[in-house]
């Protein structure tokens, strides 16, 4: 049973908008999330992670929200551009210090 | 730059066969992995390592067997190929202490027909 879930596999988005991702997980022992972007051809790359004892982590365009009570995160890409058409994964590092990714979601950013 | 190179990027094998999917990382990282991507599942562990000849089960490690002999190097053996082991296969490696940030691989598609 995946306890780490991305439930939109796909987003469409304009170039210059936000484009937010969201991640539901199950196991409330996760200590770290993370969020890697994978494209085509191309092993995943670690883009933005966030400890569980915050609740948001901002790197340049991207900031990682973590909402524990919800067991919710989601990443904002604010603006998009057409380089972060992608496939993103949510991750969760459990407490073996293994990841759990979810399904991923495929973002397309249009002109 | 982290570099994780895998063997091959395609791989036609047929049911039955041993099948070897090779993975070198030149960082001196001690941690290595073996996933499987699949449409609708995302990434799971197949195995990972610690360390020269340690071996760890990950989530799914039924049907396969891993080997390190040497730090830079993680091999993933398929005793007997079988379809339901068509997939991506990543490989990945981190350094120290820290299993989360990994660096992986381009993938081999393997296919088993």
């Known amino acids: 049973d995946q306890q780490v879930k991305q439930n939109s596999p796909s987003l469409s988005v304009q170039e210059g908008r936000i484009s937010i991702l969201n991640c539901d997980y199950t196991?409330?022992?996760?200590?770290?999330f993370l969020w890697y972007k994978k494209y085509p051809a191309e092993g995943p790359t670690f883009l933005i992670s966030?400890?569980?004892?915050?609740d948001k982590n901002e790197d340049g365009r991207f900031t990682v929200f973590l909402n524990k009570s919800a067991k919710h995160l989601s990443l904002h890409i604010v603006p998009s551009q057409p380089g972060d058409s992608a496939v993103y994964f949510c991750?969760?590092?459990?407490?073996?210090?293994?990841?759990?990714f979810g399904a991923g979601t495929q973002v397309v950013v249009t002109p | 730059d982290v570099k994780v190179t895998q063997s091959s990027r395609y791989l036609v094998k047929r049911t039955g066969e041993k099948v070897f999917l090779e993975c070198v990382q030149d960082?001196?990282?001690?941690?290595m992995f073996w996933y499987r991507q699949d449409p609708g599942l995302g990434l799971r562990l197949i195995y990972f390592?610690?360390?020269?000849?340690?071996?760890e089960k990950g989530d799914i490690p039924e049907g396969y067997s891993v080997s390190r002999e040497k730090k830079e190097r993680f091999s993933l053996i398929l005793e007997s190929a079988s379809t339901n082991q068509t997939s991506m296969y990543l490989c990945?490696?981190?350094?120290?202490?820290?299993?989360?940030?990994?660096?992986f691989g381009p993938g081999t598609r393997l296919t088993v027909t």
């Open positions: 966030i400890s569980s004892i915050k």
């Open positions: 960082m001196d990282h001690e941690n």
């Open positions: 991750a969760a590092r459990d407490s073996w210090g293994k990841l759990q």
């Open positions: 990945a490696s981190s350094g120290g202490g820290d299993l989360y940030e990994q660096y």
């Open positions: 196991n409330s022992m996760f200590d770290y």
């Open positions: 390592s610690y360390d020269v000849k340690m071996k």
